[in-house]
Structures are given as structure tokens and as C-alpha cells.
């Protein structure tokens, strides 16, 4: 079993839409968790840092659920430009390591 | 300016080869990394390098050896290169060891025929 799931996808939502990817990990002593994004044939790029009291930027909403070792991310009013894969991660490793997950696949459709 | 970048950017090379992949980062960041992300696009961290030294080595076969000659400076280099090796390789640097932000190089895609 991996450290950290998600569902693939791909998620394919309307613009405008609101879309939630929600991800799980196994590691109870994981202490840190961020939502990476990654464009198609790029490299991942830091989206945002997930805390137990939820982190809003903008659009994106990340919450953390520690009792469910479960982290989400939700996106309103989905744009084109969202289409992307998302990363779940978590800093595992005493701290010293960024443990990806397999991604979740966004395509944002006119 | 790049920030973290990566030479080169595509490699096709034959089984039974040698090749290196270069990586060098203008950030002044302390900490290098190394990920191999595979067809099925999941990313796995390989080694970590901290001021030169190396702190994490993942479950890889010794065939993979990792050289920081500075701490901008961190290479890969392959010997008998194998089907499976075939993966986009990616560098990334952060400030320090625990730091969560990690900027990634653009990749390395190799083909191994």
C-alpha cells in the first residue's frame, strides 16, 4: 500500500465547476502536507500547504482531517488553466523527505 | 535566470550504457534532491543531499550513483542502463533539509533501448 493515495482520474469538470480531490495517507506520524501541481510534461510546483484548520488561497481550499488521515483539496469556479495533475504530499521521513502521491488528473472543459 | 536546471533534457541511449544527468540550482539552497517519476507519472524520491553530504538513499540499485561536488551541483550518473530505468528523472533544491518547498528542475526524459 502506498503512504499517501489519491484517485487518478481523470476528473473532467465544466468551467465554472467546483471539484474536490480528496486524498489519504498511511503514515499517522506524518506531520506536514501540501498540494503540489504539475502540468502536463512539467515539473511540480508548490500549490499550497494543507493545516488541520483548512488553508484558503484565492479558489483553492485545503483542509486536513487527521482522525481520517485524510486531506483535501476543493477548487471553485474551475478555469481552463486548472487543468492540471494535483499532488498530494506529505513530509515524512523525520522531516527530511516529501513522500508524493500518484496524482489526481483535472481537465477543465468548455 | 533558471532556477533549478538540468542537462539535458532528453537522453536516448541503448541497455548496457553509461550516462550521466547534470543538475545545478542558482537558488542558494543548501538541500539537493534526485526523483525518478515512471509511466505511471508517480514521483519517488531517490537521494537527498544536504551541504554536499548525502542524507537520503532510497531503495535504488547501486547502479545509480549520486556525486555533489558543491552544493549547487548534484549529478546522476547510470551504469548498465536497463528497460526499466526508462523515467523522466527530476532534480529539485530546497533551503534546508525540513524545508517543504521544493523547486523542481524541468526534467530529464530518458529512453532506454
Known amino acids: 500500500r502506498k503512504e499517501v493515495e489519491q484517485d487518478p482520474g481523470p476528473f473532467n469538470v465544466p468551467e465554472g465547476a467546483t471539484v474536490a480531490f480528496n486524498c489519504t495517507y498511511s503514515?499517522?506520524?506524518?506531520?506536514?502536507f501540501f498540494w503540489y501541481r504539475q502540468d502536463c510534461r512539467k515539473e511540480p510546483k508548490l500549490l499550497m500547504s494543507v493545516y488541520s484548520s483548512g488553508n484558503e488561497d484565492g479558489r483553492f481550499t485545503a483542509q486536513l482531517n487527521r482522525a481520517s488521515q485524510y486531506i483535501s483539496l476543493l477548487i471553485r469556479d474551475s478555469k481552463l488553466s486548472d487543468s492540471a495533475t494535483y499532488l498530494c504530499v506529505a513530509l515524512t521521513g523525520g522531516g527530511n523527505k516529501l513522500t508524493f502521491g500518484t496524482g489526481t488528473q483535472l481537465k477543465v472543459e468548455l | 535566470d533558471t532556477a533549478v536546471s538540468q542537462t539535458p533534457k532528453y537522453l536516448v541511449t541503448q541497455m548496457g550504457n553509461d550516462k550521466s544527468i547534470k543538475c545545478e540550482q542558482n537558488l542558494g539552497h543548501d538541500t539537493m534532491y534526485w526523483y525518478k517519476q515512471d509511466s505511471k507519472k508517480f514521483l519517488k524520491i531517490m537521494f537527498s543531499?544536504?551541504?554536499?553530504?548525502?542524507?537520503i538513499n532510497e531503495t535504488v540499485p547501486n547502479r545509480f550513483s549520486p556525486k555533489s561536488p558543491d552544493k549547487a551541483h548534484l549529478n546522476l550518473h547510470i551504469n548498465s542502463l536497463e528497460l526499466g530505468d526508462s523515467a523522466v528523472y527530476f532534480c529539485?533544491?530546497?533551503?534546508?533539509?525540513?524545508?517543504?518547498?521544493?523547486?523542481f528542475g524541468p526534467g530529464t526524459r530518458l529512453t532506454v533501448t
Open positions: 503514515n499517522s506520524a506524518s506531520q506536514s
Open positions: 543531499y544536504n551541504n554536499k553530504e548525502l542524507i
Open positions: 529539485a533544491s530546497s533551503a534546508g533539509l525540513a524545508a517543504y518547498e521544493q523547486y
